[in-house]
């Protein structure tokens, strides 16, 4: 890929995805844009907040099939074996997605 990045203190000094520009540009830029684009009609009291949490959950799970595996973790297994495809990250992320959609469970249950 033309736009590979060889970082300086990799040993390896392989090629690699700028991961980081991706999750600048997904959580920062697209993120605005939507939000900002989102809130500008008068809505619900944590729907903005929502749609933000929503949304940097799938942009985080997405950017960590690009990143370089954190060093702690290169060689471990899997927590559970189903979800072998999966980096250590996008496990880590489980807790945090589903921890939102239990809160916006909630929120829309309040308002019936």
Known sequence: M???????AD???L???PSQLYE???EGLVMFLIINWFARKPRLYGHVTGLFL???GIF???VEFVRQPDAQFVGQSALVESFSWMTRGQTLCIPYDNSR???YAQKLSALT
């Open 24 to 26: 600048a540009a997904l």
């Open 101 to 103: 959609l239990v809160v």
């Open 15 to 17: 090629a690699r995805h």
């Open 11 to 13: 040993p390896e000094q």
């Open 54 to 56: 929503i949304l940097y």
């Open 60 to 62: 985080r799970f997405t």
């Open 2 to 8: 033309p736009w590979a990045m060889v970082f300086p």
